[in-house]
């Protein structure tokens, strides 16, 4: 069945630096891409929708030059977090649909946990 | 605006014990509803949904029934099975194609032998 890949599981970085984490769809092309931001005991928050081939499209609040979404491909889109700090640490979703089937499910990968010291 | 409103957790049953996790939810427009399970290890994936009003999502023996008059999309299940232990997300979409979704917090199910 279709799948999505999401790596690494989990990153430890330093306060500053960079983080990129990947979301690959393993066995469809997905046109469409959605990231997730998940606090400790708090909800799945949609942060942007990642567009194969133009820009993503970011839920309000949400900072686009802080939250790099790159889909270069139709299978693979990629969340870089810039400049991260220690708020930025947490749990990050990623999901997508089977194009042209309607009412399909979304399928997710199974998050990347990142914490920032 | 449009949220979802689930039990807290965590939930701790029996096997064989009756369940039901709550859900409320607030939307405009006419929601879809979802229930989203995620199993340890594993990525989120769609349990049940309902896409109108009186409908009822079942799978896995797990049944939910869409009502309008009390905004609600409440989680039941007769008979549970350690193998149900998870998470359950209560979720929402009001576009046609389902692909924005707005999820509660998510309950911590545990079911003990």
């Known amino acids: 069945g279709a799948v999505v890949s999401q790596h690494p599981s989990w990153v430890i970085c330093k306060s500053g630096t960079s983080v990129k984490i990947e979301c690959r769809s393993l066995?469809?092309?997905?046109?469409?891409m959605f990231w997730y931001r998940q606090f400790p005991k708090q909800s799945l928050m949609l942060m942007a929708t990642s567009n194969e081939g133009s820009k993503a499209t970011y839920e309000q609040g949400v900072e686009k030059d802080k939250f790099l979404i790159n889909h270069a491909s139709l299978t693979l889109s990629t969340l870089t977090v810039t400049s991260a700090h220690p708020e930025d640490s947490s749990f990050y979703i990623c999901?997508?649909?089977?194009?042209?089937?309607?009412?399909?499910?979304?399928?997710f990968g199974n998050g990347t946990r990142l914490t920032v010291t | 605006g449009n949220s979802v409103t689930q039990m807290e957790g965590p939930v701790t049953l029996s096997e064989e014990a009756f369940l039901t996790i709550n859900c409320t939810y607030t939307a405009t427009g006419y929601p879809s509803l979802f229930w989203y399970v995620q199993y340890p290890g594993e990525g989120l994936q769609l349990l049940l949904k309902a896409t109108k009003a009186d409908d009822k999502g079942s799978n896995k023996g797990f049944e939910a029934t869409y009502r309008k008059e009390t905004t609600s999309f409440h989680l039941e299940k007769g008979s549970v099975q350690v193998s149900d232990s998870a998470v359950y997300f209560c979720a929402l979409s009001v576009d046609s194609s389902a692909s924005k979704i707005i999820f509660g917090s998510g309950t911590r199910l545990s079911i003990r032998p």
């Open positions: 066995d469809f092309q997905a046109t469409t």
């Open positions: 999901s997508a649909k089977i194009p042209g089937q309607g009412y399909s499910p979304l399928h």
